[in-house]
């Protein structure tokens, strides 16, 4: 297939700069004083985390929009520490103190990382504005970080987040399908590239969930919710490659993950209700 359109290039450049991600590591948002009897929550993760692509924002990206946010005051919850922060990666999460927001008061934490540890903007770049070759190799490349190297990182980050919340209930939302296939080509993406990058993010997701079971975590599915949604369709709940927030979710796209934990949680107890 040829590729020759100017504005791909153009629209290429703007998702790489925004896949890339805002790197730096901000304070906690605090949501106010411990003491009451509802349940402690505390938000990490990235930018999907954070709430990127719908501004306006607070340190690290984090919006209103964000699932934790939206969350606060439903189940008894009272969000804490939303210390969510784009561009965080597995290690960058602990080195960047988010995991100082958890303790033993914490009751619930919602998480969403990894993304950003597998290059992944790398392989949408790859296929948006490369090659069929280079589309088909990038992809190959992302899913192999996913299968081979993601379970160790995912395994330590878990086991940190364990540590540090001792008696919290973990929660652990993962990643959308970005395009949908069904409605054809997308810049120079066709719908067979479009499909080999949904595949790889099953596999994230598969990774992710096998993680969050081997820890004890609660995975939460936001792909379902999404479907028939992606980039490319006629109502996407993913922003485009010329928006800044490039290929996260739109206002309706967080209010999907929303409702996906929402569903997820059961009843949740303040930790002096378990003892």
């Known amino acids: 297939m040829k590729r020759t359109m100017r504005t791909t ?7 790489t700069a925004a896949l890339v991600l805002v790197g730096s590591l901000g304070s906690a948002a605090s949501a106010g004083p411990r003491g009451d009897s509802r349940v402690v929550y505390d938000a990490l993760g990235d930018s999907y985390a954070s709430g990127y692509g719908v501004p306006p924002y607070a340190e690290c990206g984090r919006s209103q929009s964000a699932y934790a946010v939206q969350l606060d005051g439903r189940h008894r919850l009272r969000l804490d520490d939303f210390v969510a922060c784009a561009g965080a990666t597995t290690t960058s999460l602990v080195a960047g103190g988010q995991l100082a927001a958890l303790d033993a008061d914490t ?5 969403t990382i990894g993304g950003n540890d597998i290059g992944w903007s790398s392989a949408v770049v790859a296929c948006l504005g490369g090659t069929d070759a280079q589309c088909t190799g990038t992809v190959a490349v992302v899913d192999a970080r996913i299968t081979t190297q993601l379970p160790a990182l995912l395994d330590a980050v878990y086991a940190q987040v364990r540590t540090a919340a001792p008696d919290a209930e973990v929660v652990v939302a993962g990643y959308p399908r970005l395009f949908s296939p069904e409605y054809g080509d997308y810049l120079a993406a066709s719908a067979a590239e479009q499909t080999a990058l949904n595949a790889a993010a099953d596999t994230l997701d598969a990774v992710i969930a096998a993680a969050a079971d081997r820890a004890g975590f609660q995975f939460v599915d936001v792909r379902t919710r999404f479907d028939g949604h992606g980039v490319n369709s006629p109502d996407p709940w993913i922003l485009g490659p010329s928006d800044p927030g ?11 993950y929303t409702a996906a934990v929402n569903s997820a949680l059961g009843p949740l107890k303040h930790r002096c209700d378990r003892h």
């Open 246 to 256: 490039a290929f996260h979710p739109t206002v309706q796209g967080y209010k999907a």
């Open 9 to 15: 290039r153009s629209a290429v450049l703007a998702v």
């Open 107 to 111: 009751d619930l934490v919602t998480l």
